[in-house]
């Protein structure tokens, strides 16, 4: 059972890349709905929004053959034409990452949560 699993994971995999073959760089991108519907019909049978994500990621993650993969599941994936495109995708990526962090730091200290003695919540509302 888990050998078949792994197997349509796999076999769902190169229909994600051979898709995404077809559309290098981010002027080429292809929406999340594109890709899924055509992965699908290569597949013959539908591919979750879910599963599509979770493959995208192992790819992007764990395989070589993902590493160029760039893009989200809102804005449209692509494969970077080049390693300045790679670069420039990663780079945007480990800034919101930065940036992201930085947010939950402050309104972790903000809430208090960083020293237990100030813990508190506030009122939301006022009389």
């Known amino acids: ?3 078949d699993k792994q197997d349509v994971t796999e076999i769902i995999s190169r229909l994600i890349l051979r898709v995404l073959n077809d559309h290098r760089s981010e ?8 890709l899924k519907l055509q992965v699908s019909d290569l597949l013959g049978a539908a591919v979750g929004d879910r599963k599509l994500r979770d493959i995208m990621m192992t ?3 764990d395989d070589p053959r993902g590493a160029w993969i760039c893009g989200s599941f809102k804005s ?10 790679l670069n ?4 945007s990526d480990e800034h ?6 930085a947010r939950c730091a402050k309104q972790r200290k903000n809430a208090g949560l960083q020293n237990p003695a100030v813990m508190r919540l506030p009122l939301l509302i006022e009389n």
């Open 88 to 91: 420039a995708f990663l780079r």
């Open 76 to 85: 449209g994936y692509y494969l970077a034409r080049d390693e300045d495109e």
């Open 59 to 61: 790819l992007r993650f």
């Open 1 to 3: 059972m888990a050998s």
């Open 96 to 101: 919101r990452a930065r940036t992201l962090l």
């Open 27 to 34: 002027e080429n991108r292809i929406s999340r709905r594109d």
